[in-house]
């Protein structure tokens, strides 16, 4: 059984940085796709940032070259780094766990489906 717990949110002000990390069990950063996911009340959950299994990331328009998504195998770590942050960053991150076989049937991003989810880490960025 997979899981997936997240840590490391907060508050930080409009131009900081903050890293959010991603725990999980056995070798699920090796062997699965692993995202970032965000999401506000009241609206619908945004990709973030993907990481594939041969090391391929694909981050969405509005954090390319603010975030960097890495993972580290050998300790089951997914991690993002936020730098630049903008109030409209602010928003519950959520890491996941998923495949090009789940591309169907659950939330994607890229060429991923992600049926596997942690509980999520606040992250709020004031102005």
């Known amino acids: 059984q997979v899981w997936l717990a997240e840590s490391g949110g907060g508050s930080v002000e409009a131009g900081g940085s903050l890293t959010v990390s991603c725990a999980t069990s056995g070798d699920a950063v090796a062997k699965y796709c692993m995202g970032w996911f965000r999401q506000v009340p009241g609206k619908e959950r945004e990709g973030v940032a993907i990481?594939?299994?041969?090391?391929?990331?694909t981050y969405s328009d509005a954090v390319k070259g603010r975030f960097t998504i890495s993972r580290d195998v050998s300790k089951n770590t997914l991690d993002l780094q936020m730098n630049s942050l903008k109030p409209e960053d602010t928003a519950m991150y959520t890491c996941?766990?998923?495949?090009?076989?789940?591309?169907?049937?659950?939330?994607?991003?890229?060429?991923?489906?992600?049926?596997?989810w942690g509980e999520g880490t606040q992250v709020t960025v004031s102005s």
């Open positions: 990481i594939e299994t041969d090391g391929t990331t």
């Open positions: 996941a766990a998923g495949s090009a076989e789940w591309l169907e049937q659950y939330t994607r991003m890229g060429p991923c489906g992600f049926p596997l």
